[in-house]
């Protein structure tokens, strides 16, 4: 895998596991919730994930999300909904020797708004500033930027899934990284821009 395919492979990872656990955070109110609760899911892409909350509090709790990534996130309530103000995660990308560390070192904006805000047309963003470190064979790598995440609710769906039937709302999100990666006495400068469609 050439160093491009590398960059941009880590970023998918980062990117697919922000959006994998979108469906759990917004349904804090449905799943297990208590110091010590766990839970598995399969996704259609046959890839297992399990979950474990690890502390909470007045305020929030904190999750560890494990699966090819392992995230531990913290979840914070508000009056404007729910918030991930820190988030650490590890990794390895392949079988062999390449691996990650990601830590966020500012963030911004609601990641779950209150109910009260979900109606067709509805907009909101939310941001990050992270900074990863890691290794791809012999060659060591850092990268930092900031991740903004802009969404839109177009419309519901109902979805049918081994668990039930649920009407859902769909949310359209544009993921969008800018910064900089440095490895071998280079600074490489990065913009990535994805969308994904997810359902609440």
């Not at 820190?86 to 904006?109: I, L, N, Q, R």
Request: glycine share 10%; proline share 4%; aromatic share 12%.
């Amino acid at each position: 895998m050439n160093r491009n395919l590398r960059i941009l492979f880590l970023f998918g990872l980062l990117f697919a596991g922000l959006g994998m656990s979108s469906a759990v955070r917004a349904a804090q109110s449905i799943f297990p919730s208590a110091l010590g609760s766990q839970w598995h899911y399969r996704v259609s892409n046959g890839q297992h994930y399990s979950d474990k909350i690890t502390s909470r509090s007045a305020h929030g709790f904190t999750v560890l999300y494990q699966g090819a990534v392992a995230y531990r996130m913290r979840w914070i309530k508000s009056a404007a909904g729910w918030s991930t103000p820190d988030f650490h995660a590890t990794g390895s990308v392949s079988p062999e020797s390449e691996s990650m560390k990601t830590h966020v070192t500012g963030s911004g904006g609601v990641v779950i708004p209150h109910t009260r805000f979900w109606k067709r047309g509805k907009r909101w963003s939310f941001w990050y500033t992270m900074r990863t470190t890691g290794s791809t064979g012999p060659m060591t790598f850092t990268q930092t930027g900031k991740i903004t995440v802009r969404n839109k609710i177009v419309g519901t769906r109902t979805l049918h899934v081994p668990a039930g039937s649920f009407r859902c709302f769909v949310v359209r999100s544009v993921v969008i990284f800018t910064g900089t990666q440095a490895v071998a006495g280079e600074t490489i400068p990065l913009h990535v821009t994805t969308e994904e469609t997810q359902y609440y």
